[in-house]
């Protein structure tokens, strides 16, 4: 995609192409999750642990009629991961009982859960990670909003920034190296933070140099400028079930019909969830 970026340039030359912010923020919650070993294979044993089992599920709901089930996070869904590491960092003892009724010679996967949640250091990776990465699939979600403007989505950047530049440990200093350059390669980003101290007021003596041939007239229609791609990303979701391989007699103006739908369908949920 940078490569394409660049290539288009030579067309459009006052275009800035930006990596999708919240793609980023992902190989970051990713690079944490590589650093918790122990963590990773108690989310997976445990997620196969009920799928598929109705038996098991039924048992943790009448003995923990108050906890939620344990979550099934998708390893390319951004956060999920993370999301489920919160789960077990609130609920460890809950899950620690219910597997401890289980007979571990019914399935592997219950002798891995059991293994790792005897590990030692198991609440203390939790805690660590609760206390110092949730803020990524925060900013994940919040990033995914419409009509953000491009200083209240920058400033999402810059507090996760900021924060993760603080921690210790070498955990922390290697995810927050992994930050940082997942920002230094993302080179429109860093030119979108110029031109949205601009829109604040921010005097620049070198605006030539940082934009190019970006114009004042130009910087103004920035101001809402997304540095996420979901909206583009969700509109393949939705239209791609319009042109599936099964549909062989599909008319051009029962298509045109579908997406008129469709999109006020989208305009609506959107108007009610704001509500």
Known sequence: MVKAGTALQVFYSKMLHVTCAAHGLHRVAEQVRSHFSTVDKLIASVKQVFKKAPSRLQLFKNEL????????????????????????????????????LL????????QKAKKCLDNPNLENNLAYIKSNFSILSVAIDKLQAKN????????????????????????????YFKLKNVLEKNSGL????????????EENTNI????????????????????????????????????ADNRRKFKFDNLAKHLIIQCNTQDLQDSDQSD
């Not at 099934?72 to 597997?99: D, K, M, S």
């Not at 007979?103 to 219950?110: F, H, K, L, T, W």
């Not at 030539?208 to 997304?226: H, M, R």
């Open 65 to 100: 009629p108050g906890v939620k089930l344990p979550p099934e996070p998708v390893i390319t869904r951004w956060g999920t991961w993370l999301n489920a590491a919160t789960y077990y960092f609130e609920n460890i003892q809950a899950v620690r009982h219910i597997i401890g």
């Open 103 to 110: 007979d571990q010679e019914d399935a592997i996967s219950i």
């Open 148 to 175: 953000m403007s491009l200083a209240t989505s920058l400033n999402i950047i810059e507090n996760i920034e900021e924060t993760l530049k603080t921690l210790n440990g070498e955990h922390g200093k290697h995810i």
């Open 190 to 201: 860093s030119k979108l933070k110029h031109i949205s101290n601009i829109l604040d007021g």
């Open 208 to 243: 030539g140099e940082l934009l190019g041939e970006l114009t004042c007239s130009d910087i103004v229609y920035f101001k809402y400028a997304p540095i996420v791609s979901v909206d583009v990303e969700r509109s393949f979701s939705t239209y791609k079930t319009l042109l």
